[in-house]
């Protein structure tokens, strides 16, 4: 573990001292100091944030008698149709693998079923049924406003301006290197 990942686990619960972090920086420059100080910060409050509104999110999902992941599907199938269970996967941040015992209790409910792609045997697309799609629109309303009012300590330019940053953020780190 490296001093600054030591330093980030052993404060990660408590408020992170930016600055006592800084001062054990072997970094070559004050500037660069500074950056790592202020990306390290970021990182945590990124993080705090995140799980703050997630856990709202988690509870109002619960409160609906579903998992978090079980949600992810039936909400992604619902508003982007059929999808391959990978790009399920991939919408809902797991992979197919995990995706694939989500999908069997959805379809054991009767909420989502299963087609295998007339073109290519090896594909199968997932589909809500009626059921799925009747509860999805039953619930998401209540799930969006969850999420608003967890946002609510930013005005609407700020969370788009907040989006495009964090969008931006995230392709750089997405990047090789």
């Known amino acids: 573990m ?3 990942s030591g330093l980030v686990h052993q404060h990660h619960r408590s408020y992170l001292d930016v600055k006592m972090i800084a001062d ?7 500037q660069r100091d500074e950056d790592t100080a202020a990306a390290l910060k970021l990182w945590v ?7 703050a509104i997630g856990e709202r999110a988690r509870r109002e999902i619960e409160r609906q008698g579903l998992r978090p992941t079980e949600f992810g599907v039936l909400e992604a199938l619902y508003h982007k149709g059929p999808l391959t269970l990978g790009q399920v996967g991939e919408l809902v941040l797991v992979t197919s693998g995990s995706v694939t015992p989500v999908a069997d209790k ?7 079923e299963r087609r295998i792609s007339s073109e290519d045997r090896r594909v199968c697309y997932a589909e809500l049924t ?13 799930h969006a406003e969850v999420i608003r009012g967890a946002m609510g ?5 700020e969370k788009r301006i907040a ?3 964090l969008r931006r953020l995230g392709r750089h780190a997405a990047e090789p290197g």
Do not use: C, K, W
């Open 106 to 112: 959805l379809q054991a409910r009767g909420l989502i």
């Open 153 to 157: 300590g930013l005005t609407v330019e």
């Open 24 to 30: 054990h920086l072997s970094a070559a420059s004050p």
């Open 2 to 4: 490296s001093v600054i």
């Open 130 to 142: 009626e059921a799925g799609r009747e509860l999805v629109a039953g619930i998401f309303p209540d």
């Open 163 to 165: 989006a495009a940053l």
């Open 45 to 51: 409050v990124l993080n705090r944030a995140q799980r």
